[in-house]
């Protein structure tokens, strides 16, 4: 069964630009979270989306959304966007998320460089 | 609110000892704990999780952790380091009952000497 996938790889853009990342789930898995990671913050979540609604969320700005497909891809958006969104933007789903013991399997990530 | 310290954001031990990287949470709910590991430009991968079915949890790769709840710990344990041991990783708590994110500690980073 092919893992959690996340595109692109890497993206460079510049300040004030949008950006919108993707991420393809597991195979059966519904649920989609999202974290930020950086050297100064280290792991952040962002959002989980489960059956395209957004059930959970983080502590980050307006800035930073994202929504669930109905075949539970997932895509984040970042506009306006800042130095400091900078990092390795990660991407995890799980079969149900109903429960906190559901194993979150993780995507490679995403690395942003903004200019 | 749930937090997670991990104490030593370096850790370096010599290949064959016994690696040993700790991990306290704070948690107002009974918490689901885990142990995720990260290798160079690549995701986390989950290396265990605690449940509350058993305080000494397995994973893989020959590690395990011990839930004690009088210390609000649950540190990571290898008898045997191995080169290939050498990663970032990192301690996770969530919350019972509810769609959580997952709260993590800052990492640490183990070195193996050979």
């Known amino acids: 069964k092919a893992g959690v996938t996340q595109t692109p790889r890497y993206l460079i853009k510049t300040r004030g630009q949008q950006v919108t990342l993707s991420c393809s789930p597991i195979s059966g898995h519904r649920s989609v979270s999202w974290y930020q990671q950086t050297p100064g913050q280290g792991l952040q979540f962002l959002f989980e989306y489960f059956s395209e609604t957004q059930r959970n969320k983080g502590n980050f700005p307006g800035r930073f959304s994202g929504r669930q497909f109905s075949n539970s891809r997932s895509e984040m958006n970042v506009s306006t966007l800042e130095l400091g969104d900078s990092a390795l933007y990660l991407c995890?789903?799980?079969?149900?998320?109903?429960?906190?013991?559901?194993?979150?399997?993780f995507g490679p990530g995403t690395r942003l460089t903004v200019l | 609110a749930q937090s997670v310290t991990q104490l030593g954001s370096h850790v370096s031990v010599s290949e064959g000892a016994l690696v040993l990287l700790r991990c306290n949470y704070s948690?107002?709910?009974?918490?689901?704990l885990f142990w995720y590991v990260q290798y160079p430009n690549q995701g986390l991968q989950l290396l265990l999780k605690?449940?509350?079915?058993?305080?000494l949890v397995k994973g893989i790769n020959g590690f395990e952790a011990e839930f004690k709840k009088s210390e609000t710990s649950f540190h990571l344990t290898k008898p045997s380091a191995h080169m290939s041991d050498a990663a970032e990783y990192f301690c996770?708590?969530?919350?019972?009952?509810?769609?959580?994110?997952?709260?993590f500690g800052k990492g640490t980073h183990l070195i193996i000497q050979p």
């Open positions: 948690s107002s709910v009974p918490p689901y």
């Open positions: 995890a789903s799980s079969l149900e998320k109903r429960e906190s013991t559901d194993t979150q399997y």
């Open positions: 605690y449940t509350s079915a058993a305080t």
């Open positions: 996770a708590v969530s919350g019972r009952g509810g769609a959580d994110g997952l709260t």
